[in-house]
């Protein structure tokens, strides 16, 4: 292949590589977006609110009641004395000391593994719960759940979308490489058709190319992603516990099965096209 295309290459492995690492960030999203939502769930805290002066072995019984049901996650139970919220909610909120009446009740908090964290579950607990003595109310809130899963497919769709115009993108610098490669090769193409040479014996070195410009596009994207998730792992964060091996491995084959199909379906179909009016 001549080498006036080089430049062109490059910019076509380039617009590849863009396409590949959206594409790879929708699957991301995509396939992690189960582990996302289970984790929110597991992380939202569900409020028991107690009697004031309640006898400390009666929140101790409750305590052991909440942490036999079902669904409830092992170690999430604990107790939160009214000082501690108020304390808690200061601080969040940044108002400093607040110096009048407590208005917040003593509490037991607790989680709820992803499977049982349905309406309908947290209704039968929310029955059971309040019956028990020194029990006011349960309270928890479905609305973050609604909203990450929302988000998600708002920056999912985003994303495929963007994909898609750097696809169209990709494709015209793809075309223009080939045809000034095609050109450029001319006189070289002509003499081995002259000679008898085959078209799949013409079409070879822009085949691969093609495929060289797939695997540097594809190795460029690994690293990308493979480091993108190592940092989330390593951040130590609640997004470490979502990266799953198996689906980032599953990207960048996928990936490679794109991008292969990109580079060597639009040359083999330029090439053929070229050929056809050469005769």
């Not at 292949?1 to 380039?14: C, D, E, G, I």
């Not at 396409?19 to 769930?41: E, G, Q, Y």
């Not at 009446?101 to 992803?114: E, R, T, V, W, Y």
């Not at 085959?198 to 190795?219: C, E, H, N, W």
Request: proline share 2%.
């Amino acid at each position: 292949m001549a080498s006036k295309s080089r430049p062109t290459q490059f910019y076509a492995t380039l617009s590849t590589s863009i396409v590949l690492v959206l594409i790879s960030l929708f699957l991301l999203i995509f396939f992690h977006s189960t582990n996302i939502t289970n984790i929110v769930k597991e992380n939202i805290n569900i409020l028991v609110e107690l009697e004031d002066d309640l006898p400390s072995g009666q929140v101790e019984h409750i305590k052991t009641y909440i942490s036999s049901l079902e669904g409830v996650m092992p170690g999430s139970v604990r107790f939160v004395s009214k000082d501690e919220a108020m304390k808690m909610m200061s601080r969040d909120l940044n108002l400093g000391e607040m110096k009048e009446d407590n208005p917040f009740k003593d509490l037991i908090s607790f989680n709820l593994n992803s499977m049982s964290y349905t309406d309908t579950r947290i209704a039968e607990i929310k029955s059971k719960t309040e019956l028990e003595k020194g029990v006011i109310g349960l309270y928890y809130e479905n609305e973050s759940v609604d909203l990450i899963r929302t988000n998600l497919e708002r920056v999912s769709l985003a994303i495929l979308l963007l994909a898609l115009c750097f696809v169209v993108l990709a494709l015209a610098i793809i075309f223009n490489t080939v045809k000034l490669t095609l050109y450029a090769d001319m006189k070289q193409i002509r003499t081995m058709k002259m000679v008898g040479a085959g078209r799949s014996f013409i079409k070879k070195p822009y085949l691969q190319d093609a495929f060289t410009m797939t695997v540097k596009s594809v190795v460029a994207v690994a690293v990308i992603i493979v480091a993108l998730c190592f940092a989330i792992v390593k951040s130590g964060t609640v997004f470490a516990e979502i990266i799953q091996w198996k689906y980032v491995i599953l990207t960048v084959l996928i990936g490679f099965v794109s991008a292969l199909a990109i580079q060597m379906l639009t040359t083999n179909a330029i090439i053929d096209r070229f050929l056809k009016s050469e005769r």
